[in-house]
């Protein structure tokens, strides 16, 4: 079905903006197919728990660079009663005065079951889509980013850092594949010193660009962030690793040559463990306070997190003129009624498009938002219109 809704609020004129203006799901979790035309900057997806929210907001944050919101494995992105393995998310997006059609999905016809990815119905990169689309989210999961894993934190730098640089994604993919090389000859005590002198090689420039591209975001973000914005808390984040630590005292050539000279080091006394990018922590304190983020309230940890974000989506909206979508799954959870208010106008005023979930409409009293109610009879989502308006 197709779900039209009025549009209750229109974006300022001085500010650029992105936004689907339509959005079809086949064979994706528990939808089957559905049809949305987007006819708003805030979209309210409001239905029970396990209706499907997080699903289409997960549908969304497929369309660009990574493995989406929940990082799911493939086989588990197919409609469960389809009996296939294909699945499919397409939108039509406005930006500025353009209108872009992006897909994502694996083909009914596919002989691998890959994802692809498709603008303008032509077969394109994740990189390519991410010079023209990004998306940013934040998800239940995601309130104990200050305290989960060091990987879970440089995961959502990297996420950061892709939206400006969509090479980046290109740059960590190699590192990563170049260390279980390196890794895996190790362990099966393979390879001559030529060979490890090469990968070693090739593992430090990544190692240095893929760290430098992360600090650079970190120190344009600290300036974004640090001073708090909206009613938001400022933040200062900071990255602790062996080559960050180089990278601060002397030029990118030497901390290669260094890293080239610690990996042989290591390699030659038995020892497989690199410095490097995928040993890195991404720190966060409150710059008022001084109190390290992994310290913080559950809420004081929720409003960091949400100040990182709008952060993120400002220097987007003022550096690239497309601030990114915004998907914000179960967002006021933990948020007070003052913050709730805040968030909602700060949205938009950074522009864009913003698509929100919850179970109570009461809890989004005060926002603007085109609202589509979302329920399943158990194996199905199904869309509505929402009675009313928020």
Request: with cysteine; proline share 2%; hydrophobic share 45%.
């Given at each position: 079905m197709t779900v039209l809704t009025q549009q209750h609020h229109q974006p300022r004129a001085d500010m650029a903006e992105t936004r689907l203006t339509s959005l079809s799901v086949t064979g994706f979790r528990n939808y089957a197919s559905c049809q949305l035309d987007i006819a708003a900057s805030n979209v309210l997806l409001l239905g029970p728990n396990g209706a499907g929210k997080t699903n289409l907001l997960e549908a969304i944050s497929m369309l660009a660079p990574g493995r989406g919101l929940r990082r799911a494995r493939g086989e588990h992105l197919p409609y469960a009663a389809g009996g296939t393995r294909s699945w499919a998310v397409a939108s039509c997006i406005s930006i500025a005065d353009e209108t872009y059609r992006i897909g994502t999905g694996v083909p009914a016809d596919s002989d691998t079951g890959q994802r692809i990815m498709?603008?303008?119905?032509?077969?394109?990169?994740?990189?390519?889509?991410?010079?023209?689309?990004?998306?940013?989210?934040?998800?239940?999961?995601?309130?104990?980013?200050?305290?989960?894993?060091?990987?879970?934190?440089?995961?959502?730098?990297?996420?950061?850092?892709?939206?400006?640089?969509?090479?980046?994604?290109?740059?960590?993919?190699?590192?990563?594949?170049?260390?279980?090389?390196?890794?895996?000859?190790?362990?099966?005590?393979?390879?001559?010193?030529?060979?490890?002198?090469?990968?070693?090689?090739?593992?430090?420039?990544?190692?240095?660009a893929v760290t430098a591209?992360?600090?650079?975001?970190?120190?344009?973000?600290?300036?974004?962030?640090?001073?708090g914005w909206h009613g938001f808390p400022g933040v200062r984040l900071t990255l602790e690793g062996e080559v960050e630590g180089w990278l601060d005292t002397m030029s990118a050539l030497d901390a290669e040559d260094r890293f080239i000279a610690v990996a042989a080091a290591r390699r030659q006394a038995g020892d497989m463990t690199l410095p490097g990018p995928h040993a890195s922590d991404l720190t966060a304190v409150h710059t008022t306070t001084g109190t390290p983020a992994h310290l913080a309230s559950t809420g004081q940890q929720k409003a960091l997190l949400i100040g990182v974000i709008l952060?993120?989506?400002?220097?987007?909206?003022?550096?690239?003129?497309?601030?990114?979508?915004?998907?914000?799954?179960?967002?006021?959870?933990?948020?007070?009624?003052?913050?709730?208010?805040?968030?909602?106008?700060?949205?938009?005023?950074?522009?864009?498009?913003?698509?929100?979930?919850?179970t109570d409409r009461?809890?989004?009293?005060?926002?603007?938002?085109?609202?589509?109610?979302?329920?399943?009879?158990?194996t199905t989502a199904r869309l509505l219109p929402a009675e009313g308006r928020t």
């Open positions: 498709r603008r303008d119905e032509e077969t394109v990169s994740q990189s390519d889509i991410g010079r023209l689309f990004s998306a940013s989210w934040i998800t239940p999961s995601m309130d104990g980013i200050f305290t989960d894993s060091p990987g879970t934190r440089r995961r959502f730098l990297d996420r950061q850092v892709i939206a400006f640089d969509a090479a980046h994604i290109g740059r960590t993919n190699r590192y990563e594949k170049m260390l279980r090389e390196r890794n895996a000859l190790l362990a099966e005590r393979r390879g001559d010193a030529a060979w490890f002198t090469a990968i070693e090689a090739s593992l430090a420039a990544a190692a240095v591209a992360r600090q650079s975001l970190i120190t344009d973000l600290n300036a974004e962030a640090g001073a952060a993120h989506a400002r220097m987007q909206a003022r550096r690239l003129c497309r601030p990114p979508v915004l998907l914000l799954d179960d967002v006021v959870a933990h948020l007070d009624t003052d913050r709730r208010t805040a968030l909602f106008e700060a949205v938009t005023i950074v522009g864009g498009q913003s698509w929100f979930s919850g009461e809890d989004f009293a005060g926002l603007s938002a085109q609202t589509i109610s979302v329920s399943t009879d158990g």
